[in-house]
Structures are given as structure tokens and as C-alpha cells.
């Protein structure tokens, strides 16, 4: 039995201070029973309790972590940074040569704006697409997370073309009537609304590999369709790449599928583990933000020193030549996943249990159904007392998986042949306990 003894009384300290004891939910394994280890340290494909256990981490600090940990070019870099002062509050070199990086890989940001969280990248998109267009509405997708501004915190009403309704008390009525909430991955539902209100609805945002409800991906022709289909009623194309932007592959899903959307959120990867986002696109929408344009939006740590220096370093590593003989970083990520979720695939077909396995470059997910899982309805409909057995079983054999079926997983370059084998492995026991429990 895994020993968590001092993770189990440093919880029950932090509760004392924190809701749940944490400052993110997820992290409470509140769905999950049990308490999470509390982390000392992480190294490469590897992570350290305080009591003492090292596992090999899928989470990635929900996604970030894509060098894997403490990378010593970023490790170097952030250490140099720190020791010409942490922030400036004024204009740096730093910001110019981050943001040359970003667009090399995402030319369809034209320009952008750095930020602190994702969070502050979607809501300050949707604030450029409502000054653009004049226009108040938006739509989004079930399932589909956003980070958690008013606008975004809101859940279909009954109908179709009715108002959204709040998802979380102290989110205003009057918020959410202008969020419309639609099925991710039916067109019929988006040109319907579109029929109905096309011409008052600013912005269509969209996860385009949807990672927030389970890995979820796109039916072949859906993001073309909402290409096709806002560019008719002129609204704004927001592709949320916070999570999937230099996972599915360099250039995000916009590159992997072929869509110029209008605006592009990034996050996670691009800070290196260190707080940052950005958002941008279209010239003549970025112009509209302040100080250029009347749209206001700010940030007193935004293109923070040591914030610029992590993502840096990452996207330099990321984007290097490989070397002789090796292929290169995204091919060689998808590569390591593939092996994974066909191993994972393979045992739990030898365990008789009934898993539906995804990837799409370095982010990968399972789910426990018989059916493929297309949207927010068939993930929710997977069986969840399974995902519990399996995630106990994994985390008792040293694997750190996300405590939640509606989460992705994430492979990073530090992961190794021999992690991957340990992790299918874990992985064959670990369905023999769900089956074993019937
Ligand atoms: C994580 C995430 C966000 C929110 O980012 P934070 O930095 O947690 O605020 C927004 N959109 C997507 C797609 C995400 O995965």
C-alpha cells in the first residue's frame, strides 16, 4: 500500500487555509476518495511526495510541462532571468523575442497580447470580439472549459435558442443570457442558431481538440464547418489552444486541421511551467486593444521577466532542429503516446473491459464505455466507478494520472521507452482490478 502518511496530515492542515485544502479543485481528489500526495519535487518524466514515493507523472502540471520537469535550459534560464530582478513593470526584449517564437508557429496571430492564466486569455478575446463587432453574444461548446470568467461558467438552458444559465452561483443571469451553449461536435445545432441570431453573436469559442471534458476530438469536417459557418454571419472564430497549441502539433490544431481561425488563445506550454497566456490574431481586432484602440485590457505582471525566460527556453528547445537520426520533437512525442495508448488499448481488450482510448499528438485520454465519445453527453455517460478502481490501481504502481475521467493526459520529451513500458504494464494490472471488481 502506498504510503501517504505526511501527505494525509499536511492535507488536513491545508484545509484549515484553503477550500478543500487546495487552490485549484481538481487537485483535492475529491472525486476520487483519498487524499493527494503533496509534491516535494519533480524531475524529467518523474515526481516526488513529501512522504517519500516517485511517480511517473502524466499530468504535467495540467499540461505545461512539455520539456517534462526542471529542464535544465529552462531550469538556467528562469535562474538568470530571477537574478536581473523579477519584474519590471516596462517593455522588454524578452516579449518581442517570445512573441517571434509564437508566431513563427501560429502566423494566424498576427499580433497578441501576453497575459497571466488562460483564464485571462479567453475572457480578454471575447472583450476584443465584442468591441470588434459591436455584437454581445456568444457561443460556446459543452464541455468545452474556458477558464473560469462570468461569461464562460454557464450551461445550456432548456432548447436550443434559449438564454444559458448560470453553471456556478454568483455568475449574474444577465451574464450568462448572452453565453449560448451548444453540443460540441453538431453542426446542425450551430447553423440553427446561426439561422435564428447570427448577426448578434460576436464570437464562436471552441476548444478545436477538446481536452476539458476527456480528450474529445473533432469529427472530420467540424472545424471547417465553424470556419465556413462564422466567416457567413461575420462572427469572430476563437480557437482556444490554451491546452491543445503545441500538443496536438507545433502550430496547434490550426495546423494540424488546416483552419485560420480569427483569434487564438494560448497558455500552459508557452509559460514553461511559470504563470502566462496570450491571446491574439487578426491585426485589425488586435488593434482595437489599448492602447491602440479603445478596448481595454491590462496587466501589472503581464510579459513577466520570468515568464518570458521559461517559455523561451521551452520554445527554443521545441522548435530546434532534431538531431542526426532523431525525428523531430512532435513527431517523437506522438510516437511515445501512440505505443502507450495502443498497449493501454491492447490490455484492457486481454482484461475484457470496454475502454474507448484517444490521442492526438502528446495529449491522450481513456474512457470506460462501449460507445465513442463525441461530446459532453456520451463523456459523462462513461462509467465513472471504473475510472476510480483504475486510477487507484495506477497511482498505487508509481503512475501520477489526473483524478478525474474529464481530464486529459499528457506525454512530455523526458518521458522515456522504459516509462512507457512500466506505464503499460501498470496499466494491464490495473485493468484486471476493474475487471476483477466486476
Ligand atoms: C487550462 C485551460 C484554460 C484556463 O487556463 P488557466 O491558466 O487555468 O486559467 C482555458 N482554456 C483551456 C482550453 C484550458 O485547457
Redesign the pocket.
Known amino acids: 500500500m502506498l504510503n501517504l502518511h505526511k501527505s494525509a496530515s499536511a492535507m488536513a492542515e491545508a484545509k484549515n487555509y484553503f477550500p478543500g485544502g487546495v487552490n485549484s479543485p481538481v487537485r483535492s481528489y475529491a472525486n476520487m476518495g483519498g487524499n493527494p500526495p503533496f509534491i516535494a519535487k519533480a524531475q524529467g518524466s518523474k515526481i516526488y511526495d513529501i512522504d517519500g514515493n516517485e511517480y511517473i507523472d502524466y499530468v504535467g502540471s495540467?499540461?505545461p510541462m512539455i520539456l517534462g520537469h526542471a529542464h535544465p535550459a529552462v531550469v538556467q534560464a528562469v535562474q538568470e532571468a530571477a537574478a536581473r530582478g523579477m519584474s519590471y513593470g516596462a517593455p522588454t526584449l524578452g516579449e518581442t523575442e517570445l512573441a517571434k517564437l509564437i508566431r513563427l508557429a501560429y502566423p494566424a496571430m498576427e499580433m497578441m497580447r501576453f497575459v497571466n492564466?488562460?483564464?485571462e486569455s479567453?475572457m480578454s478575446a471575447l472583450r476584443a470580439a465584442r468591441g470588434f463587432t459591436g455584437r454581445e453574444k456568444i457561443i460556446k461548446f459543452a464541455g468545452c472549459?474556458?477558464?473560469h470568467s462570468d461569461s464562460l461558467l454557464v450551461n445550456a438552458g432548456s432548447g436550443l435558442a434559449t438564454f444559458g444559465v448560470p453553471s456556478s452561483p454568483g455568475v449574474t443571469k444577465g451574464t450568462a443570457a448572452d453565453t449560448l451553449t451548444l453540443p460540441y461536435n453538431d453542426a446542425n445545432a450551430v447553423e440553427k442558431i446561426c439561422a435564428a441570431e447570427g448577426e448578434n453573436i460576436a464570437a464562436l469559442i471552441v476548444?478545436p481538440v477538446a481536452?476539458?471534458m476527456g480528450l474529445v476530438l473533432p469529427r472530420q469536417g467540424y472545424l471547417r464547418f465553424l470556419r465556413d459557418i462564422t466567416k457567413k454571419y461575420g462572427i469572430i472564430l476563437i480557437f482556444?489552444e490554451?491546452?491543445c497549441g503545441f500538443r496536438v502539433a507545433l502550430g496547434g490544431a490550426q495546423a494540424a486541421y488546416g483552419i485560420k481561425p480569427d483569434l487564438t488563445?494560448l497558455?500552459?506550454v508557452i509559460g514553461g511551467g511559470v504563470p502566462m497566456?496570450a491571446y491574439g490574431g487578426r491585426q485589425e481586432i488586435m488593434q482595437k486593444i489599448a492602447p491602440l484602440g479603445p478596448v481595454y485590457q491590462a496587466g501589472t505582471l503581464s510579459g513577466n521577466p520570468l515568464a518570458m525566460a521559461a517559455g523561451i527556453a521551452t520554445l527554443q528547445v521545441l522548435t530546434a532542429e532534431p538531431e542526426e537520426g532523431r525525428a523531430d520533437y512532435s513527431r517523437e512525442l506522438t510516437l511515445k503516446t501512440k505505443e502507450l495508448v495502443l498497449g493501454w488499448q491492447e490490455a484492457a481488450k486481454e482484461a475484457k473491459v470496454a475502454v474507448q482510448v484517444r490521442h492526438a499528438g502528446s495529449m491522450f485520454g481513456l474512457f470506460f464505455s462501449e460507445h465513442e465519445i463525441w461530446n459532453y453527453e456520451d463523456a459523462a455517460a462513461a462509467d465513472q466507478e471504473k475510472f476510480k478502481i483504475w486510477f487507484k490501481a495506477m497511482l498505487e504502481q508509481g503512475i501520477y494520472l489526473a483524478p478525474s475521467q474529464f481530464e486529459t493526459l499528457f506525454i512530455s520529451t523526458a518521458h522515456s521507452r522504459e516509462d512507457i513500458e512500466k506505464t503499460i504494464a501498470a496499466g494491464r494490472e490495473a485493468f484486471a482490478a476493474v475487471r476483477a471488481a466486476g
Request: a negative charge; proline letters at 0%.
Open positions: 495540467w499540461g492564466s488562460g483564464t479567453t472549459y474556458h477558464g476548444e481536452g476539458n482556444d490554451v491546452m488563445c497558455g500552459k497566456a
